[in-house]
């Protein structure tokens, strides 16, 4: 299992440096146009200082949230750096992925991302989609359903999270100096982190 | 005495803020400037934030002065990395150029780290141009 945490991680890096210039686009419109060079930056060395052969997923969580925290150097550092670190600690010293662990650690997360950002739902942040694919996801667990089914649910929560960022005015980071003229872009911040579980439910799907 | 760590997004605004410092409160010794990325670039970094506050550490705590945004996130994670060691430190809500003056003048002379935070954060009503 810890080689293929680490290998899903190296898919988001992908995934993320992929999408780098989209994210920043993404961001220019509203923001400081840094947020795909940003994470970018900060999941390229996440792949080169995480130690692929670490058992513990927890360690490996842990040492990516350190990793995001001192590369990142925008907002999206210290927040998705304490969303990892959140959720490494649902996975001290665990090898394997269960379900009800991947629920724990989305639930950390967002605790994570709210002390940091003081943020709630409905602020135009990465919040919007995170928090409603979290629900959808508890929720089809519930039911019994599979970890890759109900992440398949949570992914489609967590685009219509985006859809909803584009309604929204922001209150939070550099957006809010916009306003009512942040109606209409989607949130960057949101989209990399659909971005992200789109990404671990393909790995899962394998 | 008191340390202070100054944080920006900036390495030079926190350099040059540091170098300011030490003309006004030459005495203090314990003022270490945290700003930009290890590679120079624009951002904030949360470890090397830590290792600041450790760095300005004497026994007696630390203030934190930040910059924008980011600036005051990464500061609060960087407090709370230090959580299990025997640190006091505290985030200054304050500007960062006023706030760090007052809060070195304060330490220099002794005050304590409740004292240190509250000359930082009573800049932030302090007019520039008076009425």
């Given at each position: 299992?810890?080689?293929?945490?680490?290998?899903?991680?190296?898919a988001i890096a992908e995934k993320i440096i992929d999408n780098k210039d989209f994210l920043t686009d993404l961001d220019?419109?509203?923001?400081?146009?840094?947020h795909g060079v940003n994470m970018a930056r900060g999941f390229q060395?996440?792949?080169?200082?995480?130690?692929?052969?670490?058992?513990?997923?927890?360690?490996?969580?842990?040492?990516?949230?350190?990793?995001?925290?001192?590369?990142?150097?925008?907002?999206s550092?210290?927040?998705?750096?304490?969303?990892?670190?959140?959720?490494?600690?649902?996975?001290?010293?665990?090898?394997?992925?269960?379900?009800?662990?991947?629920?724990?650690?989305?639930?950390?997360?967002?605790?994570?991302?709210?002390?940091?950002?003081?943020?709630?739902?409905?602020?135009?942040?990465?919040?919007?989609?995170?928090?409603?694919?979290?629900?959808?996801?508890?929720?089809?667990?519930?039911?019994?359903?599979?970890?890759?089914?109900?992440?398949?649910?949570?992914?489609?929560?967590?685009?219509?999270?985006i859809?909803?960022?584009?309604?929204?005015?922001?209150?939070?980071?550099?957006?809010?100096?916009?306003?009512?003229?942040?109606?209409?872009?989607q949130?960057p911040g949101a989209t990399s982190l659909t971005l992200t579980l789109e990404t671990?439910?393909?790995?899962?799907?394998? | 005495?008191?340390?202070?760590?100054?944080?920006?997004?900036?390495?030079?605004?926190?350099?040059?803020?540091?170098?300011?410092?030490?003309?006004?409160?030459?005495?203090?010794?314990?003022?270490?400037?945290?700003?930009?990325?290890?590679?120079?670039?624009?951002?904030?970094?949360?470890?090397?934030?830590?290792?600041?506050?450790?760095?300005?550490?004497?026994?007696?705590?630390?203030?934190?002065?930040?910059?924008?945004?980011?600036?005051?996130?990464?500061?609060?994670?960087?407090?709370?990395?230090?959580?299990?060691?025997?640190?006091?430190?505290?985030?200054?809500?304050?500007?960062?150029?006023?706030?760090?003056?007052?809060?070195?003048?304060?330490?220099?002379?002794?005050?304590?780290?409740?004292?240190?935070?509250?000359?930082?954060?009573?800049?932030?009503?302090?007019?520039?141009?008076?009425?």
């Amino acid at each position: 299992m810890s080689t293929k945490v680490y290998d899903c991680l190296k898919a988001i890096a992908e995934k993320i440096i992929d999408n780098k210039d989209f994210l920043t686009d993404l961001d220019r419109e509203i923001g400081d146009a840094d947020h795909g060079v940003n994470m970018a930056r900060g999941f390229q060395a996440v792949i080169e200082k995480v130690d692929p052969e670490d058992p513990d997923i927890g360690n490996v969580l842990k040492k990516t949230g350190m990793t995001l925290l001192s590369t990142v150097g925008g907002a999206s550092g210290p927040l998705y750096g304490t969303a990892y670190m959140e959720a490494a600690k649902v996975f001290a010293g665990k090898t394997e992925l269960a379900g009800e662990d991947f629920k724990g650690a989305l639930e950390a997360a967002i605790a994570g991302i709210q002390k940091r950002g003081h943020a709630e739902k409905g602020e135009k942040t990465m919040l919007d989609a995170l928090m409603p694919a979290t629900d959808v996801f508890s929720e089809k667990l519930a039911e019994g359903a599979s970890v890759v089914d109900a992440l398949d649910a949570a992914c489609i929560a967590a685009n219509e999270g985006i859809e909803f960022t584009k309604t929204i005015a922001a209150t939070k980071g550099r957006a809010s100096y916009l306003g009512e003229r942040s109606i209409g872009h989607q949130d960057p911040g949101a989209t990399s982190l659909t971005l992200t579980l789109e990404t671990i439910r393909d790995f899962l799907k394998g | 005495m008191v340390g202070l760590v100054l944080v920006s997004h900036s390495a030079k605004i926190a350099e040059g803020l540091k170098d300011l410092t030490s003309e006004i409160a030459a005495a203090h010794k314990g003022i270490v400037a945290a700003g930009g990325m290890e590679d120079g670039s624009i951002g904030t970094d949360a470890i090397r934030i830590s290792e600041a506050i450790r760095q300005a550490n004497d026994g007696d705590g630390v203030v934190v002065l930040a910059d924008l945004g980011s600036g005051v996130m990464s500061s609060e994670t960087a407090i709370e990395l230090l959580e299990d060691e025997n640190i006091k430190v505290k985030l200054a809500d304050a500007p960062i150029v006023e706030g760090t003056i007052a809060a070195a003048v304060s330490a220099m002379v002794g005050s304590d780290l409740e004292a240190v935070l509250k000359a930082a954060e009573d800049c932030r009503g302090v007019r520039k141009i008076p009425e």
